[in-house]
């Protein structure tokens, strides 16, 4: 697992947040977080189509990742992105609860999970080993897709946002 701090610049990151406080972006609600949530546990999601993936700011995380040392790939490797979403968490119950272990995706050792934070919140990232890892303003966490992870909410702000990336190297 690998984590970066200051992982935008601020431009970088403005752009990101620009996009999605428009008023036109489209959020829909999940009733159930994952098979190990509770009844009752959702989450607000906007999951990017085809298009997004190719043409929006977006694709600016996945590509920074590979600026990074510990992530670079020879130039004739090319990235497929599975999955892309963004993940807003409503504080309901002012409690740092769990809502529920899970794998981004199962049975491929290769895929790699980017969570990138929005917002500094007491809310995190805890891994089933028991590493927490906080949510804080522009910080990128990457992490092998089929480690059993959940999210804990934020007790200190009324919502938490992050992006969700899964991608591995073709």
Not at 81 to 90: K, P, Q, T, Y
Not at 162 to 169: E, P
């Amino acid at each position: 697992m690998k984590i970066y701090d200051n992982y935008l610049t601020d431009d970088e990151f403005s752009k990101i947040e620009s996009f999605i406080e428009d008023a036109s972006f489209k959020w829909s609600l999940i009733k159930e977080l994952n098979d190990n949530s509770k009844p009752g546990d959702f989450v607000f999601i906007h999951e990017s189509n085809d298009e997004e993936k190719r043409n929006s700011i977006f694709t600016l995380l996945i590509k920074k990742i590979f600026t990074k040392d510990d992530f670079k790939i020879g130039s004739n490797k090319k990235i497929q992105i599975v999955r892309m979403r963004i993940n807003l968490f409503v504080n309901t119950s002012n409690k740092n609860e769990g809502k529920g272990f899970h794998k981004d995706v199962i049975n491929d050792d290769d895929m790699k999970t980017l969570l990138f934070y929005l917002e500094d919140s007491n809310g995190y990232t805890e891994f089933e080993d028991g590493t927490i890892i906080e949510s804080k303003k522009n910080r990128a966490i990457v992490f092998n897709s089929n480690i059993l992870h959940q999210t804990v909410m934020q007790t200190n702000t009324i919502f938490r946002r992050n992006i969700n990336i899964n991608f591995k190297s073709i």
